[in-house]
Structure formats: structure tokens, C-alpha cells
């Protein structure tokens, strides 16, 4: 039987997520951010802990001391993803990145993703129960209203569309008149996953190559093609292309459970991954919450 760590992004966060086991990392993620992290993820508002670039950092440090807990206690992965987010929780896992140069990369990285687009100007919106290809067709038939594309394959009957606001709007009617059982506009800062995050994926680039970034010791699932890695070449490439490409959660679920990965573990706060584990594959042997 093998195992999958499994690590979540955002929208996961809480106040008080982390208490007893993760203030070490957030004390070491305060002093790299030159803000107090601890503070506000473990006493701050939600509003600020809903920030891009306070909330990924967070997560990330959380996720990672709850990994740390496992590794402590020998529970160990075959396999690691994470969604959006969460695969540099997984990164950092698995050896290839250093905690710290995460928690700085994500920070930038929420920054750069809500500058990419003022705010107002993009939406998101989930899909339920159409096909993939139905919904491909709705936002292509939009795209004179504004660009809008799918951002995110959650699981069967899930898929998240992402662009600019009217655009969206559009391809959420067509996708209503083509048969989805319900379309629902996401409360986000950021049309994230899509073509309008090319200025912040420039960006990121350049701080990537400051970084070191090291072969996986254990393979990550990757969102942008479902596929393992392990080469530091690759997931850097990952990485650049995963802020404008698709989150490929489903088809990467799908991916482990055919390497033989029967029981998953979501590693971080929540569990929304063990909810979307189980409508991918509900003969999966278990999926829990570190959390």
C-alpha cells in the first residue's frame, strides 16, 4: 500500500491553525517576512489572514509543521502534490526547496498575483456538474465578452473558471443554459490559474533563479500536467507555468491512486483535498486531516 501526502492551498486558512505544533516555523517565517505571521494567523483577523501574501505564507508554514509532526512520528509518502499553493508545501516536503526560501517565494508570489489584475476587474466562478468539454465550449463562445478559461479540474463534476469579470459572467450563463447543475461565483482577490497571470508568472521567474532549488527526494504530483518530478530543472519550469496554467488536481489524484497510492493524507489545515479525494475515487482506504 502506498501513501500520498497531500497539501492544501488556499482558502484552508483559520485563525488559531497551527497552535502547539507550528510556532517554531512561524517565529523562523515572521523574521525572513519582517512582519508578525505568528500573530496574525494565530490571534489576527481573518480579514488579514485572507490576504494573498499573508495567507500563503501561512499555510505554507503550517502544512510544513504538520509535516514535520508526521516525519517525527515515521509516517512517510511515496508520492507528495499540493494544489495551487500547497505544491511548494509539497516542494519543501520533499527537500527540493528550503522552508525559508518558500515562505519568501509565496509571499512574493501572492503579491504578485493580486497585482497582476486591479482589483474588481476578475472573477472566478465553480462549474458543477458539466463536462469538461461543455465548459470548454461556454468559455470559448465568451471569450468576446472577455477572456475567461478553466482554471481549476477539481474533481468529477467541479471545475473552476477564471478571467475577466464579464467574461466570466458570460461563460457562467452559457454554462447554466448548457446543462450545469450550479455555477457559483468565488469570493477571490485574484482571477488566479489563468492568461491574465502572465505579468505575475515574469516576476516569479526572476526570483525563482535566485533561489536554490534541489531534486526531489520523494516525487511531486505536479497541477500543470499530472505528472511525478523529481528533477530541479522541471519543477522550476513547474512552478513559472503553474501561476497561468490549470490546476490538474483530478487528473493528479487519479495519476497517484494508478502508481499504486491508496490512502492519502492531507497534510495542513482543513480538508478540503480529502473531500475531493473521495468524489475522484471513494475506494480510496483513507484520507484524513493532518489538521
Sequence with gaps: MKTAFIFPGQGSQAIGMGKGFAEGLLDQASQVLGFD????????????????????????????AAFKVLESKGVRADYMAGHSLGEYS???????????????????????????????EGAMAAVLNLSREK????CNKAKDKGIVEMANFN???????????????????LCREAGAKRVISLAVS?????????P????????????????????????????PVA????????LYNQVVGSVLWEDSVKKMISLGVSK??????????????????STVESCHSMI
Design 37 to 64: 505571521l505568528k500573530k496574525l494567523c494565530l490571534e489576527g483577523s481573518e480579514e488579514d489572514l485572507k490576504r494573498t501574501e499573508i495567507s500563503q505564507p501561512a499555510i505554507l508554514s503550517v502544512s510544513f
Design 90 to 120: 509539497a516542494l519543501v516536503a520533499a527537500g527540493a526547496i528550503s522552508f525559508l526560501d518558500a515562505v519568501k517565494l509565496v509571499n512574493l508570489r501572492g503579491k504578485f498575483m493580486q497585482e497582476a489584475v486591479p482589483l474588481g
Design 135 to 138: 465548459i470548454a465550449e461556454c
Design 155 to 173: 474533481s468529477p463534476g467541479q471545475v473552476v473558471i477564471s478571467g475577466e469579470k464579464e467574461g466570466v459572467k458570460e461563460a457562467s450563463r
Design 190 to 198: 485574484a482571477p488566479f490559474h489563468c492568461s491574465l497571470m502572465k
Design 200 to 227: 505575475a508568472a515574469d516576476k516569479l521567474k526572476v526570483e525563482l533563479d535566485k533561489i536554490n532549488i534541489n531534486d526531489a527526494v520523494i516525487p511531486v504530483v505536479a497541477n500543470v500536467d499530472a505528472e
Design 231 to 238: 528533477s530541479a530543472l522541471k519543477i522550476k519550469e513547474n
Design 264 to 281: 492519502f493524507i492531507e497534510v495542513g489545515p482543513g480538508n478540503i483535498l480529502c473531500g475531493l479525494v473521495k468524489k475522484i475515487d
